[in-house]
Every structure is written in structure tokens, then in C-alpha cells.
């Protein structure tokens, strides 16, 4: 029997001022086939944009239930996952939680395949890491700058508890 293959998803996001504008950048590679995706918006925030980073690459994937190892240097994010934060949140209903329209939309996709999670050091010399942050900086450096309607809405602050 042949031996899965791992799709391995680097991604990075960043904001310049936390709000900002801010972009992000992932990078799938599965064999010999690479595809980058990055986006900017006019405001934002960084934790906004290290968690749409993840959610973009898994929602670019093609086939459902795909092996994935997602390597981010976003402790929110991985620790969110790993420490099993984000489904209790999910259990609350995210009440005073930030970020539930892209948590909601995170949960959705992750469980669609098998993902993994690699916390690595930012800015250390890990060449996709590296790389994820410099489309993410020129993302929103370059734009286009589109609208990051959860955060501009004030639904991302977690103290709207109206949409539950």
C-alpha cells in the first residue's frame, strides 16, 4: 500500500500597527508542487491575519480529507488548536472571545481534513517561513487593500454577543 503523502502549509501573517493594515501569506507545497496565496487588508490585525493565512491555504485544498501539517510561527493560533482553546470557545458560543467569524470559518475547513500543527520561531531562518512573511508584507505593502469586513463591523472584538 502505498504511504500518504502530508501537504505541508506554511503560513505567516502581519499587521503594520495592530490595527493596521495588515496581509497575509501561505505557502502549500505537496511534492514537487508549490502554490503561494497571500491578501492585504486596509485594517486589520495581526492574529486576524496568522489565522485567515492558515484558513486561505486550507480552503485552497482541492480533495477533502487531505493529511496536512500546518507550520505557523503564530503561538495564538497553534496553541489555540494544540491546547484545544478554540472548542471550548466553540462550546460558548465564543461569547468574549475575539475573532469568531474567523474561528467559525477556521473549524469549518480544519474539519474537513487532518491537520497538524508546528508552532516554529518567527523570523529565525526558516526559508518558508521567511517567505510566508515576505507575501504577507507585500501583500498589504502592494495591495490591493480590501475590506476586512468581521473586524471593520466590530464583530471581531468578542463583545457583540447579539449575533448568538
Given at each position: ?47 486576524r ?36 482553546w ?10 468574549k ?67 448568538f
Open positions: 500500500m502505498e504511504e500518504e503523502r502530508e501537504v505541508v502549509l506554511y503560513t505567516d501573517g502581519g499587521a503594520s500597527g495592530n490595527p493596521g493594515k495588515g496581509g497575509y501569506g501561505a505557502i502549500l507545497m505537496y511534492g514537487r508542487h508549490k502554490k503561494e496565496l497571500s491578501g492585504a487588508f486596509r485594517v486589520t490585525t495581526n492574529n491575519m496568522e489565522l485567515l493565512a492558515v484558513i486561505t491555504g486550507l480552503e485552497a485544498l482541492t480533495k477533502p480529507d487531505q493529511l496536512v501539517c500546518v507550520v505557523s510561527d503564530s503561538k495564538y493560533v497553534v496553541d489555540a488548536v494544540q491546547k484545544g478554540v472548542f471550548t470557545w466553540e462550546r460558548i458560543k465564543f461569547k472571545k475575539k475573532n469568531p467569524d474567523l474561528w467559525m470559518r477556521f473549524l469549518k475547513i480544519y474539519r474537513q481534513h487532518r491537520v497538524r500543527f508546528v508552532w516554529v520561531k518567527g523570523h529565525n531562518g526558516n526559508p518558508m517561513n521567511e517567505r510566508a512573511d515576505e507575501l504577507a508584507v507585500s501583500a498589504y505593502q502592494h495591495g490591493p487593500l480590501l475590506a476586512d469586513d468581521g473586524y471593520e463591523s466590530g464583530l471581531a472584538s468578542g463583545e457583540d454577543d447579539a449575533m
